[in-house]
């Protein structure tokens, strides 16, 4: 079993930073797709930031330029930098994690960002 596990989440006020950690139990030197999701109170869940399958990085419009997707691949990791942070990135954030094509993704329990204005 796959254990993904967030962390780095927490109250900050607007224009503050936070850095989300999403660690892996088992090896992400190799994977399908790696993304950051968050849902908001009342909204459906939306991609945040996510490796693309030729290596490069994808972005939802409202995080571009703020938000920074990045992986240590010796520990395991995936982060989210959000910088600039406003208060409609409150929300929950999870990592998500498809190791190979053939299987189901991952989802980690998720950590609560929470953005004062």
């Known amino acids: 079993q796959v254990r993904l596990v967030e962390s780095g989440g927490g109250l900050v006020q607007a224009g503050g930073s936070l850095r989300l950690s999403c660690a892996a139990s088992?090896?992400?030197?190799?994977?399908?797709?790696m993304g950051w999701y968050r849902r908001a109170p009342g909204k459906q869940r939306e991609l945040v930031a996510a490796?693309?399958?030729?290596?490069?990085?994808d972005y939802a419009d409202s995080v571009k330029g703020r938000f920074t997707i990045s992986r240590d691949n010796a520990k395991n990791t995936m982060y989210l930098q959000m910088n600039s942070l406003k208060p409609e990135d409150t929300a929950i954030y999870y990592c998500?994690?498809?190791?190979?094509?053939?299987?189901?993704?991952?989802w980690g329990q998720g950590t609560q960002v929470t953005v004062s204005s």
């Open positions: 998500n994690v498809q190791f190979n094509r053939w299987s189901a993704a991952y």
């Open positions: 490796f693309t399958s030729g290596g490069g990085t």
């Open positions: 088992r090896s992400i030197l190799s994977t399908n797709s």
